[in-house]
T-cell receptor, first 109, second 115 residues
């Protein structure tokens, strides 16, 4: 069964805190996307990872292929980071994007 | 500038009507997609075009027909709309053929409600 499990489902933190969101995925997924969805539903692709680590501004994404695990980190979090963060596994076999349940992040000032 | 834009964002229509959702990307990408977001929030691929050529056509009703006049546009036309067609439809694009999970850029979604 193709699955993407994401945790936590909800996360509330104070401005400035270091944030970590975790994602585990099953066999058959060739790449892992991290996406951000704001209220109103627009989706922004943050990272695509098939190996290693990527950094963009205050966002860092890592992936461990052997353990089939990925993490999204936010350093020096800010209220504007408040959104739903989703990891999605991309399957080459049928081009499906298998979504995790999403993490609703709220950063309080 | 919006990279992937789709219109309309909201569409409420009656059963039996025919409607279209338009998508345009200004990223110079070769590949465009239509995904449907289901109630579990999964994005299910419907169609994919590479340089105006249909390369993915998942099992969707024949009432759904994609049209790609050029590689920057992929429109979705739906005939004889049914209640079950109500969903959010996302257009997306990526630089190359859909292998290796190339970075995908999404539109903002089109909320279709059939009444």
């Amino acid at each position: 069964k193709n699955e993407v499990e994401q945790s936590p489902q909800n996360l509330t933190a104070q401005e400035g805190e270091f944030i970590t969101i975790n994602c585990s995925y099953s066999v058959g997924i060739s790449a892992l996307h991290w996406l951000q969805q704001h209220p109103g539903g627009g989706i922004v692709s943050l990272f695509m990872l098939s190996s290693g680590k990527k950094k963009h501004g205050r966002l860092i994404a890592t992936i461990n292929i052997q353990e089939k695990h990925s993490s999204l980190h936010i350093t020096a979090s800010h209220p504007r980071d408040s959104a739903v963060y989703i990891c999605a596994g991309f399957m080459d076999s049928n081009y499906q994007l298998i979504w995790g349940a999403g993490t609703k992040l709220i950063i309080k000032p | 500038d919006t990279a992937v834009s789709q219109t309309p964002k909201y569409l409420v229509t009656q059963m039996g009507n025919d409607k279209s959702i338009k998508c345009e990307q200004n990223l110079g990408h070769d590949t465009m997609y239509w995904y449907k977001q289901d109630s579990k929030k999964f994005l299910k691929i419907m169609f994919s075009y590479n340089n105006k050529e249909l390369i993915i056509n998942e099992t969707v009703p024949n009432r759904f027909s994609p049209k790609s006049p050029d590689k920057a546009h992929l429109n979705l036309h739906i005939n004889s709309l049914e209640l079950g067609d109500s969903a959010v439809y996302f257009c997306a694009s990526s630089p190359y053929r859909p292998t290796g999970g190339n970075t995908i850029y999404f539109g903002e979604g089109s909320w279709l409600t059939v009444v």
